[in-house]
């Protein structure tokens, strides 16, 4: 994974880290575990899950995703956040009006503003430092109503920094500087007569200004007006005329920002000097407050808007369908322990949710609980294909993810020890079946797994294994649940060979194991073959309810018996 610069440097307001310290020490964790997260990427979908978080900044999500931040304190300041967040909505909404006003502002930042050579330059560096001042204003006044609530340090770090700013003495002459300025654009100047001497053939000759004035002009229009307006009122849009085309798009590109001021409107504003110099050096006086105030990188802090407030979009989504999301206590790395309960997979979640609204068989998400400790770390997931056991193996992923980017998680309930690294072994369907080729690719993946995998790394385990003969699988997969039990990794194996599920729970008697290996299956109705998706201790059953699977996929296995036999008495 490339470097990106997003993270190296603090912005003015930083919702991600409590300090430039903390945020040095994880850009310097991400550049040591980099390579390390492309497949983590592809097996647990944390493109998907950052589209969810925020569509629009994805790649900044699952860069906050992939980070893996082993940090206690800075978890907890983000968590601290949600909290705070959750419980003042009206923040929530705040925040996005201010970032929208910023947005809207201009993407470039006030720092882009020119000394004024026409009113249109002129009226948008005016709107600019309106705007800036907008969201000062907002923010000082929800402050002054609420902002005693907020007992995050990110949030507290957030309102205070505005409040500054409200307060600093470059913030007031701002003020002044743009009222002034908008006060002499509205209320100065309502018109401009404008003398133009012609020569005996009425060619132009000469023009200039006669008089400005801070009325409209309403003078009755002549005869020799009606007669070359052909009757038409004498309004606003007649004497302005071509001067209300403010702007000449170059091309085609009716969105390119390189636009050219009309240069009536430029030339006036020259022949105005005596009065916009004035205006000229307001603007000139309200940018060095502007800077003088230090508010610079604001829209470095739109991606963190973006983190929280889709994170929250998704815990309150999760509820209304009944559904929780909690916020995990974190556990020291040394413990190794996690317990969660209520755990459901995100991605399902909001597959289904669109899935639900199109058709009448709807589909359920079910909870489920799982504990990681001394008694059980390392588990053998069998059962009935379809049962839901890469949804559960990926959801357990998911939660660690969340965990350890200071999100909620997926689950009622969670206690959950940080990790150093999650490894994940996902073979997509096509790599499935015999292939001696595949099998030894397959062979030094673990192998470069099992050189750097410690007793506080997770390994996710799906369907691997599977590309010689079944015997052959098995051993190998229980020797491979050998090593990594020995290492005293904890992590999840589903599969589909039942028969390794036995064979693991007899290494439990090497008294050398830092790993006890558990087994745990689908749960079946053994009366239809229904698939109930809840995950239950124990050893998997003999029956592989194969009708069931052929009933889902539209295989009628009497029927086609009976037509075979029909065809056989041709």
């Not at 009757?231 to 849009?237: I, S, V």
Request: proline share 3%; glycine share 4%; aromatic share 8%.
């Amino acid at each position: 994974m490339k470097a990106d610069t997003t993270f190296e440097k603090a912005p003015a307001i930083d919702l991600l880290y409590p300090s430039q310290e903390k945020r040095e020490l994880l850009r310097r964790r991400r550049n040591k575990i980099g390579e390390l997260t492309d497949l983590l990427i592809s097996d647990m979908m944390l493109d998907t899950l950052s589209k969810l978080i925020c569509n629009a900044n994805a790649y900044k999500m699952q860069q906050i995703l992939t980070e893996l931040c082993d940090d206690e304190e800075t978890i907890n300041y983000r968590l601290d956040i949600i909290d705070d967040l959750l419980k003042m909505p009206e923040l929530v909404d705040m925040l996005k009006k201010i970032v929208r006003i910023m947005i809207d502002n201009d993407k470039g930042n006030i720092y882009n503003i020119l000394t004024p050579d026409s009113f249109t330059t002129l009226d948008s560096a005016v709107t600019a430092f309106e705007a800036y001042i907008q969201c000062i204003e907002y923010m000082h006044e929800f402050n002054e109503r609420k902002g005693m609530n907020a007992s995050s340090q990110g949030v507290r770090k957030m309102l205070d920094f505005f409040e500054r700013c409200y307060n600093d003495k470059h913030y007031k002459a701002l003020c002044e500087d743009v009222h002034e300025l908008r006060d002499k654009i509205k209320g100065r100047i309502k018109s401009v007569l404008v003398a133009i001497n012609l020569d005996e053939t009425l060619i132009p000759v000469s023009a200039g200004i006669v008089e400005i004035s801070d009325k409209e002009y309403t003078q009755k229009p002549t005869v020799l007006d009606r007669i070359i307006y052909r009757g038409a009122k004498f309004n606003d849009k007649n004497v302005m005329g071509a001067l209300r085309q403010r702007y000449v798009y170059e091309g085609n590109d009716k969105n390119s920002k390189d636009r050219d001021v009309n240069p009536s409107e430029k030339a006036l504003f020259q022949e105005l000097d005596s009065i916009t110099k004035k205006y000229v050096e307001l603007v000139d006086d309200a940018l060095d407050d502007y800077k003088a105030i230090g508010f610079k990188d604001v829209y470095s802090i739109e991606y963190q808007l973006d983190y929280y407030t889709g994170i929250i979009a998704m815990i309150k989504n999760a509820r209304a369908k009944g559904l929780e999301m909690c916020r995990p206590k974190i556990l020291p790395m040394s413990e190794r322990r996690a317990e969660i309960k209520g755990i459901f997979d995100p991605i399902y979640f909001s597959e289904a949710s669109i899935y639900n609204l199109s058709h009448k068989e709807k589909r359920e998400v079910i909870t489920n609980d799982i504990t990681l400790d001394e008694n059980g770390g390392f588990y053998i997931l069998t059962g009935a294909n379809n049962g839901g056991k890469t949804t559960f193996v990926r959801a357990i992923g998911l939660c660690q993810i969340m965990a350890q980017a200071g999100l909620y998680v997926p689950a009622s309930e969670c206690e959950i020890s940080l990790v150093d690294m999650i490894y994940t072994h996902f073979p997509k369907e096509e790599q499935k079946g015999i292939d001696a080729s595949r099998f030894t690719s397959e062979i030094k993946q673990f192998k470069d797994i099992s050189d750097v995998i410690t007793n506080h790394s997770l390994l996710l385990m799906n369907e691997s294994i599977q590309s010689t003969t079944p015997k052959e699988c098995v051993d190998i997969a229980v020797s491979l649940v050998h090593i990594f039990a020995l290492l005293g990794v904890r992590g999840v194996f589903a599969t589909h060979l039942v028969d390794i599920a036995p064979k693991a729970l007899e290494l439990n008697s090497d008294g050398d194991m830092n790993t006890r290996v558990e087994s745990i299956t689908v749960s079946v109705d053994e009366s239809t073959g229904k698939r109930l998706y809840k995950i239950v201790k124990g050893l998997p059953g003999d029956t592989s309810y194969a009708d069931t699977i052929f009933e889902k996929f539209g295989l009628d296995f009497e029927s086609l018996k009976k037509r075979a036999k029909e065809m056989n008495q041709k």
